[in-house]
């Protein structure tokens, strides 16, 4: 059985998430705080979080911000706002998706299915490219001795690049890489998720100049 850990200031929230989970088979861990949920990611063993924006305290953003510090566990965001700030925001931070609020049963069921059946694919091997290495055990991202953590939607992103280095991928193509269900997805959401790849290879001192490229006028390419 999967556990899901809901994060969610409003308890009839996160009784009302639980019981759309329970019946699909997910065990649910319910906290009404950042600190108490980052406290039971570090003892429990949770397979994916669910976890608001708006709390007070720690907000949605800051407690993202601070599980990915550790984790790498896929997390999905619940938002009452529909900004498209909010959405870059998010990734920026390292979430994995997103859905507004109020959501409907049926998505949220297809959107935590796809993010765990995806989990489950991924087998415990190395991917290697030239120098490059890609751990699908600790989605990581490795180019000699420097490494780099990846969310899950960035792994599949730059595993989708990697395996067809000279591809030119559409924006619409990286999309489907990353989310496998229908949805309603910015399309420039792929953007946000390159820009934040960039920045991460630019710390870890990966040569983005000459890997990850934009194609102007259709996507992105390794090489």
């Known amino acids: 059985m999967q556990t899901i850990l809901l994060v969610d200031d409003e308890q009839r929230m996160l009784d009302l998430v639980e019981l759309f989970l329970s019946p699909h088979g997910y065990k649910c861990i319910k906290e009404t705080s950042g600190i108490e949920a980052l406290q039971t990611l570090k003892k429990e063993p949770v397979d994916l979080v669910l976890l608001d924006v708006m709390m007070p305290g720690m907000d949605g953003w800051e407690v993202c911000e601070a599980i990915r510090e550790f984790s790498s566990i896929p997390i999905i965001m619940l ?3 529909m900004e498209k700030g909010d959405l870059v925001k998010g990734l920026n931070m390292g979430a994995d998706d997103y859905i507004t609020k109020p959501f409907d049963e049926r998505e949220l069921i297809a959107r935590v299915n796809a993010l765990l059946r995806r989990t489950s694919e991924i087998s415990n091997t190395l991917i290697t490219f030239n120098d490059f290495t890609l751990d699908t055990e600790m989605y990581s991202f490795q180019y000699k001795d420097q490494t780099v953590p990846l969310t899950m939607k960035e792994f599949y992103i730059i595993k989708a690049l990697i ?8 924006r619409e193509e990286l999309l489907q890489v990353a989310w496998e269900y229908e949805s309603d997805i910015e399309i420039r959401a792929v953007d946000s998720h390159i820009r934040n790849l960039r920045e991460k290879l630019r710390k870890a001192g990966f040569s983005t100049d000459e890997f990850l490229n934009t194609v102007w006028g259709i996507g992105y390419r390794w090489s």
């Open 163 to 170: 395996s067809r280095p000279t591809k030119a991928y559409t």
């Open 79 to 81: 938002t009452a706002r």
